[in-house]
């Protein structure tokens, strides 16, 4: 069993900072991808950024530049630095992890999700 819990979410001013981070614990062995994607009311789930096992990290457009992925392998964190943050930013984030269990399975899990809210 493997449980993603995330943290960090609140609210914010345009162009204030925010960071997330997600916290997975369970029967791991080995975690490739750790990303974060978010749910806007009325949107379809997008992805905001992944890191690969290979160290890369991909970033939609909307936010490269502004927003920072990182991964703390010891831990098995992923945290996610939303710098310059916009109005339309605002979703629910939720954190996503492919976890290999010790069972030697893969799977793919997801978070609860944390507010993230852009306002003035």
């Known amino acids: 069993q493997v449980q993603l819990v995330e943290s960090g979410g609140g609210l914010v001013q345009p162009g204030g900072s925010l960071t997330l981070a997600c916290a997975a614990s369970?029967?791991?062995?080995?975690?490739?991808?750790m990303g974060w994607y978010r749910q806007a009311p009325g949107k379809q789930r997008e992805l905001v950024s992944m890191s690969t096992s290979g160290g890369a990290s991909n970033y939609t457009d909307s936010v490269r530049g502004r927003f920072t992925i990182s991964r703390d392998y010891a831990k098995n964190t992923v945290s996610l630095q939303m710098n310059s943050l916009k109005p339309e930013g605002a979703a629910v984030y939720f954190c996503?992890?492919?976890?290999?269990?010790?069972?030697?399975?893969?799977?793919?899990?997801w978070g609860q999700g944390t507010q993230v809210t852009v306002s003035s």
């Open positions: 369970g029967s791991i062995y080995s975690i490739s991808l």
């Open positions: 996503y992890e492919r976890v290999r269990a010790h069972s030697l399975t893969w799977k793919n899990y």
